[in-house]
């Protein structure tokens, strides 16, 4: 499929990779990219041979933000009929294999709010988070200010929303934003090596993982819990679990048959 905004491509026969490339606007997010990216992410979601997906930039920006330009003539009327962006922004929510973000450069608004829907983020040493909407005179319209104090606290998410400073990479694995901060030339053999690992287990337990954590974000801790036992429960109901359980006792690699 060839899509204008973004660049598509499988490593090892299983990871998805969708690059975003508008280079020139510093990957400016605008209504058909993130069109093009659904389509993308549900196409490599419905792949049975893809297991994980990675979402990357350019060297200099994940993504500098929503498009100001084309927002910057939008009314009230505009943006509330065609509830801007955010439905084509919903697709990666409903997502079932894990989605990687890795991160070089910029990633300030829009941007920062795409790497926060992915399932965790990988960054270069050259990464800065932001969400700078303010200075432009609105608030995080992608959930920046829900996930990221979730992510980094009160204190740093109201810094960084009110005063729209920059969080470098180190700073941000500190605070929990990012998982792992990687030279710049290593980022994607860092993130293509997490997601074959991650390829490399039961589909059904990877899936019913990502599930859970993302409950924690949800709902509260007695639901979380529930949710997540009955889940392992249902573990226990497939192949996987005993061919990894057999593995283990019997001192051998798993093969794992997604079933
Ligand atoms: C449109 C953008 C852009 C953006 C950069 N560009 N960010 N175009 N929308 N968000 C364009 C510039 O206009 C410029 O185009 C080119 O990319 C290079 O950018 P420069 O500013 O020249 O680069 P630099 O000096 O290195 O500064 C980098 C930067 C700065 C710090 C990232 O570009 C910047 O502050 N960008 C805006 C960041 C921002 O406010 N993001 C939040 C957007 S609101 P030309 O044609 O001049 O070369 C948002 C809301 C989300 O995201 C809500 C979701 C529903």
């Given at each position: 499929?060839a899509y204008?905004f ?5 490593e ?8 975003l490339?508008?280079?020139k606007q ?8 993130m ?8 196409e490599?979601?419905?792949n ?9 930039g350019s060297e ?18 505009d ?13 990666i ?6 989605v990687i973000?890795?991160?070089?450069g ?6 920062c709010?795409?790497?926060m829907?992915?399932?965790f983020?990988?960054?270069?040493d050259?990464?800065?988070f932001?969400?700078?909407?303010i200075?432009?005179?609105v608030i995080?319209?992608?959930?920046g200010?829900?996930r990221l104090?979730?992510a980094?606290?009160?204190s ?5 929303c009110?005063?729209?400073r920059?969080?470098d ?5 500190r ?7 990687v030279p710049l ?6 993130a ?5 690992i991650?390829?490399g ?9 990502k599930e859970c954590?993302?409950?924690?974000f ?7 819990v529930m ?7 249902a573990?226990f ?17 798993a093969?794992?048959?997604h079933?």
């Amino acid at each position: 499929m060839a899509y204008e905004f973004i660049q598509t491509r499988v490593e090892g026969d299983k990871v998805g990779i969708i690059t975003l490339n508008r280079p020139k606007q510093l990957n400016a997010l605008n209504g058909e990219l993130m069109r093009e990216m659904g389509q993308a992410l549900k196409e490599f979601d419905g792949n049975e041979a893809i297991g994980c997906m990675i979402i990357t930039g350019s060297e200099k920006a994940f993504a500098a933000g929503a498009d100001i330009g084309a927002m910057a003539t939008y009314s009230f009327a505009d943006v509330y009929r065609d509830d801007y962006i955010t439905r084509d922004w919903e697709t990666i929510r409903s997502i079932r294999k894990p989605v990687i973000a890795a991160v070089s450069g910029f990633a300030l608004g829009g941007g920062c709010e795409l790497a926060m829907m992915c399932d965790f983020i990988i960054a270069a040493d050259n990464a800065k988070f932001g969400q700078p909407e303010i200075k432009l005179g609105v608030i995080p319209g992608a959930g920046g200010t829900q996930r990221l104090p979730r992510a980094v606290g009160k204190s740093k998410a109201m810094d960084m929303c009110l005063t729209a400073r920059m969080m470098d990479a180190t700073e941000a694995e500190r605070a929990g934003l990012v998982s792992r901060v990687v030279p710049l030339d290593k980022l994607m053999d860092e993130a293509l090596g997490a997601a074959l690992i991650i390829c490399g287990f039961g589909r059904l337990a990877v899936m019913a993982a990502k599930e859970c954590v993302n409950r924690a974000f949800e709902g509260s801790l007695n639901d979380g819990v529930m949710f997540e036992r009955r889940l392992f429960h249902a573990l226990f109901a497939t192949t996987d679990q005993k061919e990894g359980m057999d593995a283990f006792v019997n001192k051998r690699a798993a093969a794992f048959k997604h079933q």
